[in-house]
T-cell receptor
Framework: DTGVSQDPRHKITKRGQNVTFRCDPI?????LYWYRQTLGQGPEFLTY????????KSRLLSDRFSAERPKGSFSTLEIQRTEQGDSAMYLC?????????????FGPGTRLTVL | QKEVEQNSGPLSVPEGAIASLNCTYS??????FFWYRQYSGKSPELIMS????GDKEDGRFTAQLNKASQYVSLLIRDSQPSDSATYLC????????????FGRGTQLTVWP
C-alpha cells in the first residue's frame, strides 16, 4: 500500500494525558498537512510542513499542540494535557512538490476519544 | 460568512437519477477547487479537482466551476447506492500555502 498511513487508528485516553500520533506520507510527497475533523463538520486545517519546515500553523493549534517532521519524512502530532474538546478525527494529508493543483491525499485518520 | 458553504442536505435521490451538489466560496482569488467523498467513519477521498471555469467530466462525475459567481458544483449521473456518502467541497485560496478550506459537507443518500 503506497498511500498515506496513520498510526494509531484509534486512541482512547483520559483527560490530562498526552497523546502522540504519527503520519507517514506518500513517499515522494514533500508537503504534509494535518487537519482535525469533528462530527458534522468538514476538516479544519491545523498545520503544514514542506519537507522538515513547519511553514504554517492555524490558530486552532494551541500551545498544547505540537507537530514535527524531523527528517522531512514522517510527521508526529502531539497533544499535551488532553481535554474532552480534543476528541475528533485527526487527519494527515500529503501532496507532491510539483503539480498544478493542490491535490491532497488523506490518510485513514486517527480517531481520538478523550474521556 | 464562512469560507466555504454547502447545502447541508440531506439529499436523497433514487438510483439512476442525477444528484446535484452545490458549493459557494467567499474568497474571489481562490485558485483550486475539490470534491471529496467521505463514507461514514472513513477519511475523505478525492474524487474531482477543477481550476478553470466550465465543466470537467470524469466518468459519472462532472464538476462545474463559475468563478464570477463563486460557485462550484458536482453532478453525479446514474447515481448508485454506493454513492451514498457525505460530499465535501474544498477550496484553496490564492493567498495561502496550500491549506484547504472545507465546507461542512452534503450528505447524499441514493435509494434503490
Amino acid at each position: 500500500d503506497t498511500g498515506v498511513s496513520q498510526d494509531p487508528r484509534h486512541k482512547i485516553t483520559k483527560r490530562g494525558q498526552n497523546v502522540t500520533f504519527r503520519c507517514d506520507p506518500i513517499s515522494e510527497h514533500n508537503r504534509l498537512y494535518w487537519y482535525r475533523q469533528t462530527l458534522g463538520q468538514g476538516p479544519e486545517f491545523l498545520t503544514y510542513f514542506q519537507n522538515e519546515a513547519q511553514l504554517e500553523k492555524s490558530r486552532l493549534l494551541s500551545d498544547r499542540f505540537s507537530a514535527e517532521r524531523p527528517k522531512g519524512s514522517f510527521s508526529t502530532l502531539e497533544i499535551q494535557r488532553t481535554e474532552q474538546g480534543d476528541s475528533a478525527m485527526y487527519l494527515c494529508a500529503s501532496r507532491p512538490e510539483t503539480g498544478i493543483l493542490d491535490e491532497q491525499f488523506f490518510g485513514p485518520g486517527t480517531r481520538l476519544t478523550v474521556l | 460568512q464562512k469560507e466555504v458553504e454547502q447545502n447541508s442536505g440531506p439529499l436523497s435521490v433514487p438510483e439512476g437519477a442525477i444528484a446535484s451538489l452545490n458549493c459557494t466560496y467567499s474568497d474571489r482569488v481562490s485558485q483550486s477547487f475539490f470534491w471529496y467523498r467521505q463514507y461514514s467513519g472513513k477519511s475523505p477521498e478525492l474524487i474531482m479537482s477543477i481550476y478553470s471555469n466550465g465543466d470537467k467530466e470524469d466518468g459519472r462525475f462532472t464538476a462545474q466551476l463559475n468563478k464570477a459567481s463563486q460557485y462550484v458544483s458536482l453532478l453525479i449521473r446514474d447515481s448508485q447506492p454506493s454513492d451514498s456518502a457525505t460530499y465535501l467541497c474544498a477550496v484553496k485560496r490564492g493567498s495561502t500555502l496550500g491549506r484547504l478550506y472545507f465546507g461542512r459537507g452534503t450528505q447524499l443518500t441514493v435509494w434503490p
